[in-house]
């Protein structure tokens, strides 16, 4: 058989998540998929893995409720996921603010402009003033970003609106800003979350990472590895020796370049994941702020 994961979300109004919740789950189960879904009054969010056919499946038949829905393809299955997981919470993207989103039948309501891959290339050849601001956590940058980008100082989604609201970036008010993710969901609310606090000219990356990487692979803006939610740990946009591909992270032990993330084996004590070579990773399986714990 052979494998995939689907990566999508849909942003429209659902006046009962919990029916939605259970129809999901059951059609999961039904087609053998393993995976992570978010539904909520605003709409549904998940990554899901198994049998190429009973993903066709599972995408044709979410189509027939979340009509326009982007699925997005990449290689893996079944096994990158340790279970299936099917929730219903007040936001399918968790920045806390619930009631700042306004969504109607069109998506988010208030957001920044969409921009292609390609027009994301022809916007920065046109104003060098571009800030690319990344809209994911600082350790999913470790590996790879657009370059040049602002990191915000960030563990998680629900630290942002602190952030934003700190004025650290006040002076990127007034120059063109894309914020970009990797499936594109976050920026569709990170970008209206930016306008309402006064961001002038806020764009979003339209698919986010992955698409940008399907589009130009190595040889674009991007650079590095792409993060992801399962137990890849990361992804690529070319072969391992492709001449464009740029090395960003870096073993917290001993600095060889790596892209490979791990948990810290203190677990449940300690949740870190961390980057290390494989021969750190085998003489100590610790992340880099429980080391000096061991005598």
């Known amino acids: 058989m052979t494998g995939k994961i689907l ?32 539904v ?34 990449s290689e893996g299955g079944k096994d990158d996921f340790p279970k299936l997981s099917v929730k219903a919470r007040e936001e399918i993207v968790s920045f806390g603010a619930p009631g700042e989103l306004e969504v109607d039948e069109h998506g988010v309501v208030g957001g920044g402009t ?15 003033d571009v800030v690319f601001f990344d809209g994911r956590n600082a350790r999913e940058a470790e590996i790879g970003r657009f370059k040049n980008a602002v990191v915000p100082d960030v ?9 934003l609201d700190s004025g650290k970036y006040d002076w990127m008010k007034d120059k063109p800003v894309v914020s970009y993710c990797t499936g594109g969901i976050r920026c569709e609310v990170l970008s209206s979350l930016m306008k309402n606090r006064g961001f002038k000219e806020v764009y ?28 890849r740990m990361h992804t690529e946009f070319g072969p391992a020796d492709d001449p464009h591909y740029v090395q960003l992270g870096h073993c917290v032990h001993c600095g060889t370049a790596t892209n490979q993330f791990y948990n810290c084996t203190r677990e449940p004590e300690c949740r870190e994941q961390y980057l290390s070579c494989p021969e750190c990773r085998e003489s100590n399986p610790l992340c880099e702020q429980c080391s000096p714990r061991v005598a």
């Open 40 to 73: 909520s009054p605003h709409g549904i969010n998940g990554t899901v893995g198994g049998d190429i056919d009973a993903c066709k499946a599972y995408a044709r038949k979410t189509r027939e409720y979340f009509r326009g829905i982007d699925f997005k393809w």
């Open 155 to 163: 563990e998680t989604t629900h630290d942002f609106i602190a952030e």
């Open 114 to 128: 969409r921009l292609s891959p390609e027009q994301v290339n022809e916007l920065v050849d046109a104003n060098p």
């Open 7 to 38: 990566l999508y979300y849909k942003f429209q109004p659902i006046a009962d998540p919990e029916a939605v919740r259970l129809w999901q789950r059951d059609l999961c189960e039904g087609l053998g998929l393993n995976g992570r879904i978010l």
């Open 204 to 231: 979003q990356l339209d698919g986010g990472i992955v698409r940008y990487g399907e589009k130009f692979g190595n040889s674009g803006l991007w650079e590095g590895s792409l993060y992801v939610f399962d137990d």
